[in-house]
């Protein structure tokens, strides 16, 4: 008899869809009953698990700490239930190994002792991160195109009030403090420091840090902008539809007279972005771990680029080293024919009932944003009524709040189209199959892009060595079939980058699930 931990999950828009809480509890329930396991704690979660920052996870591992050498298993009904994070999922498993416990889903057992149902396993944990992206990048959409509207979405800045419309629509709008705004600039056009406008509005009731107050000064949407970040992250300004709290003329001389107090003291604006330098701050030292600034140095032939550390100064590498260096590790990061026949396999036996990443019907958020507004109206009456606080009637009219902004932005994606979820995952095969080239032709916010989503911890550069403490799972599973007896026998599978933190593989043991026979005549390419 094993003694086992239950771990049940559902998102706020999972529980619509028959994720329920109590299902699950007894499908996993049933399961113990009937291999005669004895549950020793139960723990129920209503929150995203895009990673395990989750308030019951957490209680779940103090749990397992507080019990060490007494729990045999974490049981849930599917991987999904888990987590949605393929990259974090398996640093978890093997966390858990470590305290004696080995996760299991009841609905998708396997044995991961067998390498290929590593890869299986990844394709389970892949397909949930893979929607959790996707959604991301509708609601980013969204957004977006919320405003290039000139709408303000989010908290409204200092000054302002958020207010909503009969359709459910959020704008900002002049608050009690707009006068306060209004003095501020002025005063700043005025030639006043911003201490010194600190300290007036200070007296007037309202305090500011340094920090708050500059980014405040420099805010556009006074002026009546919005400030709207394209897909390659530059950004530019949109008139808005709300009212200004200054006017043009007085914002300009403001930003006069801070300019020219700064070119007074000498102040010179680093550049953030070179394109000689695209990793600047994306590789880390060696030595102290901080990111690796670049600059150019003189010698006898020119100027010389060099990424350097400017913390511990015992790291100085030439540039075009470090490139060249990243460039021949991306070149050993490629499929063998066979592996990618497999992985294309077992995809397409596992995402038969995949087959699209899901988009919710129109109606239904409709549906959902009129129950949000019914919920406002209920406790604003509660709170007319003084059935509750202020203080709970803030945090519900935040929260709630916070969800229609949410709904909004999903309403505002639904023009985009169905994504084939197979026809996603055969594209992520094709990217590593061009990846160097893929990377070549990328700017420097793609090429940051890429090597963050394969190296997790970032790239470690010293005198001698370019190391990492791990990469990718699902990518480090794949290369490690192919790497043969020399992953085996030293863990490690690149020639030019040494996996630091890289342990030994055992798997995690959890119930014996092989995974289906394949012919021989089946692993030919293009199948």
């Known amino acids: 008899m094993k003694r086992v931990i239950l771990a049940t999950r559902v998102s706020s828009d999972e529980q619509a869809k028959g994720y329920s809480l ?8 049933a399961y113990c009953t009937k291999e005669g396991h004895e549950v020793a704690a139960i723990f129920r979660e209503d929150h995203s698990a895009k990673n395990f920052n989750r308030p019951e996870f957490k209680k779940l591992l103090q749990f397992l700490k507080a019990n060490k050498g007494k729990i045999d ?29 080995e996760v299991q889903a009841i609905e998708q057992p396997m044995d991961l002792s067998i390498p290929e149902n590593l890869m299986m396993l990844s394709v389970y944990l892949a397909i949930p991160d893979i929607d959790n992206r996707r959604r991301s990048m509708k609601i980013t959409a969204g957004v977006r195109s919320a405003k290039k509207e000139g709408r303000w979405l989010g908290v409204p800045p200092f000054g302002y009030k958020t207010v909503w419309d009969e359709k459910g629509t959020s704008r900002i709008e002049p608050g009690p403090m707009a006068e306060l705004v209004k ?21 007037d009731g309202k305090y500011f840090s340094r920090s708050t107050f500059s980014q405040l000064i420099r805010n556009r949407v006074y002026v009546g902008e919005v400030r ?22 007085l914002f300009t001389r403001a930003q006069v007279a801070l300019d020219g107090r700064l070119i007074s003291r000498g102040f010179v604006k680093a550049k953030s972005e070179r394109p000689d330098f695209p990793l600047r701050g994306a590789i880390l030292c060696g030595n102290c771990q901080k990111p690796l600034t670049g600059s150019a140095s003189k010698g006898r032939n020119g100027y010389h680029a060099y990424y350097h550390c400017n913390h511990c100064h015992e790291v100085r590498l030439r540039a075009s080293t470090v490139h060249e260096q990243v460039e021949a590790i991306l070149e050993e990061i490629r499929l063998s024919k ?9 995809l397409s036996q596992l995402l038969k009932k995949e087959s699209t990443v899901k988009v919710r019907p129109k109606e239904k958020i409709e549906e959902d944003i009129r129950k949000n507004e019914e919920r ?62 893929l990377y070549n032709r990328a700017d420097i916010h793609q090429k940051k892009d890429i090597l963050g989503s394969i190296f997790p911890e970032k790239l470690h550069f010293s005198k001698n060595e370019c190391r990492t403490a791990r990469i990718n799972e699902a990518l480090r599973l794949i290369l490690a079939m192919d790497a043969g007896s020399r992953h085996k026998k030293t863990g490690q599978i690149f020639k030019n980058l040494s996996l630091s933190g890289v342990v030994e593989d055992n798997g995690v043991e959890p119930m014996t699930f ?12 293009g199948t």
């Not at 849930?76 to 470590?98: A, G, P, Q, Y």
């Not at 026949?341 to 077992?346: A, E, H, N, Q, R």
Request: hydrophobic fraction near 40%; charge should be positive; aromatic fraction near 6%.
């Open 376 to 437: 406002v109206r209920n406790i604003e009456e509660d709170y007319f009524d003084r059935k509750v606080d202020a203080e709970t009637f803030n945090r519900m009219q935040l929260r709630l709040k916070t969800e229609r902004e949410k709904l909004q932005a999903e309403l505002s994606s639904q023009t985009a189209e169905q994504y084939p979820m197979q026809d996603l995952l055969k594209k992520g095969l094709s990217v590593l199959e061009h990846l160097p080239a």
């Open 22 to 29: 109590q299902n699950q509890e007894e499908a996993l329930n």
């Open 338 to 346: 066979n592996a990618a026949t497999l992985y294309k396999m077992m």
């Open 183 to 203: 003095k501020a600039f002025t005063l700043v056009a005025q030639g006043k420091t911003q201490a010194e406008v600190r300290e007036r509005l200070k007296k």
């Open 228 to 249: 709207v970040k394209n897909e390659d992250k530059s950004t530019y300004f949109v008139k808005g539809i709300h009212v200004p709290l200054v006017s043009a003329d």
């Open 73 to 101: 298993l974490l049981l849930v009904t599917t991987w999904c239930r888990f987590s949605r994070n393929l990259t974090e999922s398996f640093s978890m498993i093997d966390r858990l190994k470590r305290l004696g416990v």
């Open 514 to 525: 092989p995974l289906p026979a394949v012919r021989s005549s089946q692993l030919q390419v």
